[in-house]
């Protein structure tokens, strides 16, 4: 049988060759990524407002999706943007109005995950500097504390005193930071009222050292405040880095969309084991007492709302001259492609 050897190299390359046939499809159903490191930045993270990411990051999220992510933390939304726009972030865990805006002064960025379906927003006096307020237009000529100017805390508090004929030029904008930087200032006494997240607003109504005056907390707050539903938090980015990366893209919306189904489920030790230490601002109970008044604010499945967005633009075109509703290409701001694939696979 000197043909021997003959058929055991052609069985083997055969062998090897179904092998790798049936070893093709898996390889293929895993889209490389174009980008496997990613700089996101984040104005606060310590707040709820980011839990999602925080919860995909300190689960693992990113990393299975094969992603080294890099966060870097901002005193508030406006200052991650600029990190995106000046080149040292490839994309913003911020709000969403900030596509809107950016799109107004000529650039072009877009959401591709929802974090937030309210904003979880509340604006609040302090009974020591201002024991005779009455009504929104006592903050005349008062010093009002927000997360950093031009963040979505800056724009709920231009918003409030909007309607009361107060413009921003009335008052002056201090920029607090979200954690214990925005308690101290207001416990001290550097600021007559504040606008913020939880869990810093939580932290001092339950200390009676606040008088919330308007609350984006709830899903029903939010739609007295707005007159409809409106996305906040998400991850947003410049059109031209989701049309270059979408394999990315998709990596980041999975990851974002698989902490969103952990967190329904959630209990509040799952949370606290969770999130690092100084997270909790040292008030371990307070701090899930805040929890539970924004958990419905969190979205469930990434996607953002049709409706939502054109709430943002409403809002956002009511106390901002610069801003045109007409002029704006609200379809251009987000993209529910990514949260609905990533929806689908995680079942959320």
Known sequence: ????????????????????????PALLAQTPLEKTKVAIAVGGKAAFYYLPLTIAEQLGYFKAEGLEVEISDFAGGSRALQAVVGGSADVVSGAFEHTINLQSKGQKFQAFVLQGRAPQISVGISPKTMPDYKTVSDLRGKKIGVSAPGSSTNMVANLILSRAGVKPGDVSFVGVGTAAGALAAFRSGQIDAMSNTDPVMTMLEQKGEIRIIADTRTLKGTVDVFGGSMPAGCLYAPVEFVQKNPATVQALANAIVRSLKWLQTAGPSDIVKTVPEAYLLGDRALYLAAFDKVREAISQDGVLSDEGARTALRTLASFDTTIKAEKIDLAMTYTNTFARKAKERFKA
């Open 1 to 24: 049988m000197h043909d021997t050897p003959f058929n055991r190299r052609t069985f083997a390359a055969v062998s090897a060759l179904s092998t790798a046939s049936f070893a093709a």
